[in-house]
């Protein structure tokens, strides 16, 4: 029988270990069996392997690594990560390939700090599950519902075992709450309906999201409410001459409620005011009643103006009979603009003819 370089022959007689055989050529006696095995992969005999490691000489070529119930194990071979070992014993021959293992307890729910190279090699993702933190999440780890610390964006590995591991997370970005067709009476019992909306950004996640049920729908409920209290405090004429003063109190009023929420209020602006249609009519006949008077206003005080022109213009003429000839000059001048045919008739000269048409 010839035995390669870097392989071993074990040799059987009657499924019984009898001794082992090296690289170079060897005879077998009748009745026994030879079983050839190559020193550079995993030793997988035929036959239960602690039986054979009875064998002093053939245990001295092994290295045997156990890997209990609670625990996998990473093998290494040559330094290189070559697969995950679950429970059992395991040998590899010692020689040219050398062999390491990392043991994990996978009943301890811990972190695992692990090259995520690794993770898409062997199956290895089979044991491990993931927590994802987007960039712009943070969250909030849970393990078997109880609350162990903020995560900052990343992703997270835990080894799977009869521990249930979540996360609870919230977008870190500022975010906008519209509160939409709210139906609101006014100090004069003036019936409106008011659209506005809010900016803000989550500040605490522990308040937000422990410490507080859906934080966001307890803002709306907040800033609805402060809404409604402010523009209670307000007639009509009041409440549309400051709207822009109501967003600032508004703001301020709720700011504090807001933190306790874990949230930091950034703007609040009122959209627009819906009013009902028979007092959107009355407004409507106000501004149009404004309007009208400013224009008779406006009206009255040219014609003033103009009255007054013409005064001072008929006193000048009065005093200068010159000024008077010049300005009948110049109406003639506008006159003549407009004529397009002259037509003269009768005897006489035409410069006298004109003269007759234009001059007193």
């Keep these: 029988m010839l035995i390669p370089t870097n392989h071993i022959a074990l040799v059987f007689k009657r499924e019984k270990l009898t001794r082992i055989l090296h690289d170079g050529k060897h005879w077998l006696w009748p009745g026994e069996k030879a079983e050839l095995y190559n020193m550079s992969e995993a030793f997988l005999p035929s036959q239960e392997l602690n039986v054979l490691l009875q064998n002093a000489e053939l245990a001295s070529l092994l290295q045997v690594f156990e890997v209990a119930d609670h625990e996998i194990a990473l093998l290494y071979r040559d330094g290189l990560f070559h697969q995950v070992l679950t429970a059992g014993k395991f040998a590899f021959w010692k020689g040219a390939t050398a062999y390491h293992v990392v043991k994990a307890d996978i009943t301890r729910t811990e972190e695992v700090n692990i090259d995520l190279n690794l993770i898409s090699k062997n199956n290895l993702a089979n044991y491990l599950r993931v927590v994802q933190i987007a960039a712009f999440e943070k969250g909030i780890l849970l393990i078997n519902s109880a609350v162990v610390r903020a995560l900052e964006p990343g992703s997270y590995f835990f080894w799977k075992n009869q521990d249930s591991v979540s996360s609870v997370k919230t977008d870190m970005r500022q975010m906008t709450v519209d509160i939409l067709g709210q139906e609101v009476l006014t100090r004069d019992k003036a019936q409106l309906r008011i659209n506005a909306t809010a900016q803000y950004r989550v500040t605490d996640i ?60 950034v703007d609040f602006g009122v959209k627009d005011i819906v009013l009902p249609g028979d007092v959107k009519e009355i407004m409507n006949q106000v501004l149009i009643a404004e309007k009208r008077a400013q224009a008779n206003v406006i009206m009255r005080r040219e014609e003033t103006a103009s009255t007054r022109s013409l005064m001072n213009t008929a006193k000048l003429m009065e005093e200068n009979a010159m000024l008077l000839k010049l300005k009948e000059m110049e109406y003639v001048e506008k006159i003549a603009e407009k004529i397009q045919t002259i037509q003269l008739s009768g005897g006489g000269q035409l410069v006298d003819q004109l003269k007759q048409l234009f001059v007193r």
């Excluded at 522990?206 to 609805?224: I, S």
């Excluded at 009041?238 to 600032?248: C, G, R």
């Design 206 to 265: 522990m308040k937000a999201l422990v410490e507080n049920k859906d934080f966001d729908k307890q803002l709306y409920t907040q800033m609805q409410m402060a809404l409604r209290e402010m523009v209670g405090k307000l007639s009509f004429d009041e409440l549309m001459e400051s709207k822009d003063q109501i967003a600032q109190q508004v703001l301020a009023n709720a700011a504090e409620k807001a933190r306790e929420l874990g949230v930091e209020l």
